[in-house]
């Protein structure tokens, strides 16, 4: 699917943690951006915070495993070539290179002693 989809008025919600914003683009080439090619296809908004045009915020993807609609926050998703949820992280965590495992095991174990 390499065709851009110019979409105003459509909402992204994340199915994790349920983060809902309008987003304006779908794809890896956001409009009006010189240059710019995203590693994944991603749902796209203008930045509000700045007055150029050129400037985006990418708020999601889709899990490249379970096709999970998943905000970029570390919390709901990870990107390691590809997007996956934080489920199918934990699923087939295994399956990831042992840096992303420790990092994943660190950040777990602050979030525990800080609940």
Do not use: W
């Not at 979409?7 to 309008?22: I, Y």
């Not at 995203?38 to 509000?48: G, H, I, N, Y």
């Not at 915020?57 to 998703?77: E, N, Q, R």
């Not at 087939?92 to 095991?105: G, V």
């Amino acid at each position: 699917m390499d065709e851009a989809i110019e979409t105003p008025q459509k909402t992204f919600t994340c199915q994790l943690c349920g983060l809902s914003s309008p987003f304006t683009y779908y794809g890896q080439k956001p409009p009006n951006t010189r240059a710019i090619v995203l590693l994944e296809e991603c749902f796209v908004t203008k930045d509000p915070f700045s007055p150029e045009k050129d400037k985006f915020l990418v708020l999601g993807s889709t899990c490249s495993l379970c096709s999970l609609c998943v905000c970029v926050s570390s919390d709901c998703s990870l990107f390691y070539t590809k997007r996956f949820c934080m489920q199918c992280v934990n699923k087939h965590l295994d399956q990831f290179p042992q840096q992303i495992q420790a990092e994943l095991t660190k950040k777990q174990s602050s979030k525990a002693a800080v609940s």
